[in-house]
């Protein structure tokens, strides 16, 4: 009993951390009804104990006065506040209205890896069900799209093949496009546990990260060469005699054609494409075919491509030709970004799967969920991505727009050509936790319910189902997603969504979604499930593809390169290449309101190599005048060896120097994924 007789009314809540898709176990510290700090979870399966600066900070936004608490509507040009009915009343009625004028066709939705699984199972259930329109999508386009499509194609699955402990007894790692310490720091931490213990890191990337200090091989490629230097690693394991053939016989097929391609990719032509020595590629290759079990990360340095796909295909390739797949500590490992990228993609916030990636233009699938839902019609024909909702609406086609959790004045590539698009709707809705720019083109802004205010689900990049647990209430009168898509879809008189809680809805979820079948929230406890668990007998699945792909055999892919959609020219001579910070989480809504975030850095910045700086009489922390095809920024100039000659990089996280002015929306033919890793630009003092 403190003296003054009150008693202070403190707990601990076990939550899962809302930033990366590492899914690290965090204990909410809740004093008096406010959540007043974050701490590691000691036994938690993936972080043991451990959490990066931002999982210690993960309370530090939720009190932020920048947080939205009341429903608004614009009424003038103005946002004004009004209460839960009238807002509700007035998305339903622009939804549906666009609806009914223009066709199901014209309403499109943003779901968000930032949500639970709950609200993103309703979310593509209102769509589907509700305005009968398969456009629904989210970040996970301009992320993981490739490694979606390009490992179903492989292997019949798209989602990180084996989990992030087994790294650690890993012989060669090989990381590719991955920043893995800082942006999945307990991952990276994991890596570096591997290296101490005599594990083999062979880092291909166009800038020099930290674990590239503890590589045994590092290789520094020109940006959008991929698919030329992994065809050029199979290539010398090929000639060398160093496939897998006993696997390569017994579990894949296409291996003729396949050798035939990558026998164009010698280390000499692929040194001339992609700018690595050809000796070290050919060593790059003989370390990762030697090892008995090599594991491959990657992440956005290999999606965020018009080739991302072909990338993540040749990643596949390399992994079937040494029968690195379906064993332990091996595989081909894409490291979800979101805290619930992962398990958006997998309730179905994707225009063209229902939950569990059951196809939506497949006739008994449709049937299955027209039953389960009660409903008839449902459309048979995949819907519109994120980016081509975008083309759509500045083209006056998409009218109305509901966004739960995405801040696309900011993430999408070339913001001018948004705006337009935004600007051009008939109707906008976004729910959001926090004031952001996108809100500046909303009709209604409804206040949601941050990870610490609500129940419900988010699944990790390992696959690992894991619980979200309410620790305090909702700031002002912000609700949780869950219950504003159910108010919005009452509204709109749909049946359907009568739930009183996020286990509820998990109920509903795991009936209609053969990979979570066997899950429950009792079950899911401090520690999750990783899918495919089907029975509520069965252990989960720590490692995919062990016995067979779900697919039969695992595909080889015949790959030419092909060059990213703008390369460097006179006017705009450098590539500029974007990413992220350690200590920032994309738009900055969440870790530029948390004071021991923005304390370490709060300042866009250009990386320029020497020698460029030199060329161009640029000194280090100068203002420069950073310009590509479709528009300018004024930042700071950080003149370092980080990025090669001839390369810049900037980070995309500052709004108001926002990198999404320069970048190039040219898509990936077949996951449409927008080039945000490469596009042609210049400096200016
Ligand atoms: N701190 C922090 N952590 C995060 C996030 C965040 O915003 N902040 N975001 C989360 C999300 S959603 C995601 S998707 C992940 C992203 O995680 P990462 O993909 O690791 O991060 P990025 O900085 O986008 O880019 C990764 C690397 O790709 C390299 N690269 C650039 N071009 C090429 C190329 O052409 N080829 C190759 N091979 N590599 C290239 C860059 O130099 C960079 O080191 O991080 C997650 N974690
Ligand atoms: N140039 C460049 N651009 C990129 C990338 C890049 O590498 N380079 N990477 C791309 C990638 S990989 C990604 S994943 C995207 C990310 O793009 P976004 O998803 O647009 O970025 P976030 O800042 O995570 O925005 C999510 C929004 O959700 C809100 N939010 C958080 N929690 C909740 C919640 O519980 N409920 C609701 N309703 N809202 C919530 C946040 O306040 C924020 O406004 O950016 C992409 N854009
Ligand atoms: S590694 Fe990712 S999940 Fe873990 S604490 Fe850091 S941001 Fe959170
Ligand atoms: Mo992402």
Same mark, same amino acid.
């Given at each position: ?444 802004? =409804?206040?949601?319910? @941050? $990870?610490?205010?609500?129940? !419900?689900? *988010? &699944?990790?990049? /390992?696959? +690992? ?78 490692? =995919?593809?062990?016995? @067979? $792909?779900?697919?039969?055999? !695992?595909? *080889? &892919?015949?790959? /030419?390169? +092909? ?90 996280? *500052? ?31």
């Amino acid at each position: 009993m403190a003296d003054n007789g009150k008693k202070l009314d403190y707990r601990l809540v076990p939550s899962t951390c809302v930033y990366c898709g590492t899914g690290c176990g965090v204990l909410l510290e809740v004093t008096d009804g406010r959540v007043t700090g974050t701490l590691p979870q000691k036994d938690h399966p993936v972080s043991r104990g451990a959490l990066c600066i931002k999982g210690w900070a993960a309370h530090e936004f939720v009190h932020s006065d920048k947080r939205l608490t009341r429903p608004m509507v614009r009424v003038d040009g103005k946002l004004v506040e009004t209460d839960w009915d009238t807002a509700l009343q007035t998305v339903a009625e622009g939804l549906s209205r666009a609806a009914k004028e223009h066709g199901p066709e014209a309403v499109g939705f943003f779901a968000s890896a930032r949500c639970t699984n709950e609200e993103n199972y309703l979310l593509q259930k209102l769509a589907r069900a509700a305005v009968r329109t398969n456009n629904v999508d989210h970040c996970a386009r301009l992320c993981h799209a490739s490694t979606v499509a390009g490992l179903a194609m492989s292997f019949g699955s798209g989602a990180m093949t084996n989990s992030i402990g087994e790294l650690e007894d890993a012989e060669v790692i090989l990381v590719v496009g991955s920043n893995t310490t800082e942006q999945h720091p307990i991952i990276g931490e994991k890596i570096l546990a591997a290296a101490r213990k005599g594990a083999k890191l062979i880092v291909i990337d166009p800038r020099s990260i930290h674990l590239s200090d503890f590589a045994q091989i590092y290789l520094r490629p020109r940006p959008g060469s991929d698919v030329a230097f992994i065809n050029g690693l199979a290539n010398v394991i090929v000639s060398e005699g160093l496939e897998d053939r006993d696997f390569i016989a017994a579990r894949t097929e296409g291996f003729e054609e396949f050798r035939k391609a990558v026998a164009e990719y010698t280390p000499e032509r692929v040194e001339e494409l992609s700018g690595i020595p050809a000796a070290d590629l050919a060593a790059a290759a003989r370390l990762y075919a030697a090892a008995e079990r090599a594991s491959i990360v990657y992440c956005m340095g290999i999606t965020q491509h018009t080739t991302g796909t072909d990338n993540v295909l040749a990643l596949a390739n390399l992994a079937m030709l040494t029968g690195n797949i379906g064993k332990p500590c091996a595989g081909v490992n894409p490291l979800r970004g979101q805290n619930n990228v992962q398990g958006a993609c997998d309730m179905g916030g994707l225009p063209n799967v229902y939950p569990g990636y059951q196809r939506v233009n497949d006739e008994e699938t449709a049937a299955k969920f027209e039953a389960a839902w009660g409903v008839e019609g449902l459309p048979r024909q995949p819907g519109l991505t994120v980016v081509e909702m975008t083309d759509l609406a500045a083209e006056g086609e998409l009218r109305a727009l509901f966004i739960m959790g995405e801040n696309p004045m900011v993430s999408d590539p070339d913001i001018n050509h948004v705006r337009q698009a935004l600007q051009k709707l008939d109707f906008l809705a976004v729910a959001d936790i926090m004031d952001n720019e996108t809100l500046e083109y909303a009709h209604v802004v =409804l206040p949601a319910a @941050s $990870f610490a205010e609500k129940d !419900g689900t *988010f &699944t990790n990049t /390992e696959r +690992r189902v894991q619980r979200i647990r309410k620790a305090v209430e909702p700031v002002g009168e912000a609700r949780a997603d869950w219950e504003i898509v159910c108010g919005i879809a009452k509204k709109m008189g749909a049946a359907g969504f009568d739930f009183s809680s996020p286990e509820e809805i998990f109920e509903e979820i795991r009936k209609v979604t053969p990979s979570y079948a066997g899950m429950s929230y009792a079950r899911l406890g401090t520690r999750g499930l990783q899918w495919p668990c089907p029975a509520e007998d069965h252990p989960g699945t720590p490692i =995919l593809h062990t016995e @067979s $792909f779900p697919i039969g055999k !695992g595909k *080889f &892919t015949a790959l /030419e390169f +092909r060059e990213p959609a703008e390369t460097p020219d006179e006017e705009y001579p450098l590539v500029l290449t974007t990413g992220r910070l350690l200590f920032h989480y994309h738009t900055g809504t969440m870790t530029r309101r948390s004071p021991s975030l923005v304390r370490e850095i709060d300042r866009a910045f250009v990386e320029v190599n020497p020698a460029d700086a030199a060329e161009l009489g640029i000194r280090d922390g100068e203002r420069v005048k950073v310009s590509s095809r479709r528009g300018s920024v004024e930042v700071d100039a950080k003149v370092t060896e980080r990025v090669g000659k001839g390369v810049i990089f900037m980070p995309f996280h *500052f709004a108001e120097a926002a990198a999404n002015l320069l970048t190039n929306p040219a898509l990936d033919p077949v996951a449409k994924i927008p080039e945000l890793k490469t596009c042609a630009a210049r400096i200016e003092k």
